[in-house]
């Protein structure tokens, strides 16, 4: 399906959570980028998931200005993270051009995910974070209990929980730590009624756009791979739910991901 513009939105959107670097996008990278940005998104936010991925991440957003990458260590994937890659997290953020210390986070989704280590991993990067003066993007699942309470003893400069699902009371806490929200794909469909619950309730300064590309797809699209060219549709749910006009809505989530993150689109 050919993606269009949306009409009377002059601001850019930004996709505050899509992973280009991985291999989904190896065949047509640069053609989605080309048609993403012809749907209007103008910024790309592409967090890592290990240590091995950010030269190559590094590489990606050197040749795309509207690229910005953010390096961290996944909890899904605690197993493969060494000492050494949290020892080196702190040199390669100091090498510049990153703008978050991501995606980092505790899931306890994953019953098999060792939860100290990821614990360990987690607080060590949220420090390594402060010290940098960087923001953080965050993976939480069934875990945002433990993720407060370790945010308010490693105190960082705000940041995105990707993927929001928590309750209305937990987004509250994350907003006094200095912290939006991200809604994706997940709020297209017509099911996901605790999200459009909660997209609707919450402030809209809380407010940042995402996909999760290549996963957590619209509706539209239920099946294939996730795109950030889709991310209109994800706009023009929340707008819709918030019986706002897309444009505003456009802008306010725009600026709520250049505060937070420091972007200059």
Known sequence: ????????????LIDTHCHLDVDAFDPDRDEVLTRSRAAGVGGFVVPAVDAVSWPGLRALCAAHADLYAA????????????????????PALAAGDVVAVGEIGLD??????DRDRQQVLFEAQLAIARAAGLP?????????????AALRR???????????????QQAGQYLELGFCLGFGGMLTYDHSRRLHALAKELPVE????????????VASHRGERNSPEYLPEVLATL?????????????????NACKVLRLEV
């Open 1 to 12: 399906m050919e993606m269009r513009r949306p009409e009377n939105i002059s601001v850019e």
């Open 71 to 90: 390096y961290g260590l996944h909890p899904v994937f605690t197993a493969r993270h060494a000492d050494a890659d949290v020892a080196a997290l702190a």
């Open 108 to 113: 306890f989704f994953v019953s098999d995910i």
């Open 136 to 148: 953080v993007v965050l993976h939480v699942r069934k875990a945002h209990d433990d993720v407060l």
């Open 154 to 168: 490693v105190r960082v400069p705000g940041g995105i929980v990707h993927a929001f699902n928590g309750s209305l």
């Open 206 to 217: 809380a407010l940042v756009l995402e996909t999760d590309a290549p996963d957590l797809t």
């Open 239 to 255: 707008a819709r739910l918030r019986e706002t006009d897309p444009g505003e809505v456009a802008r306010q989530t725009t600026d």
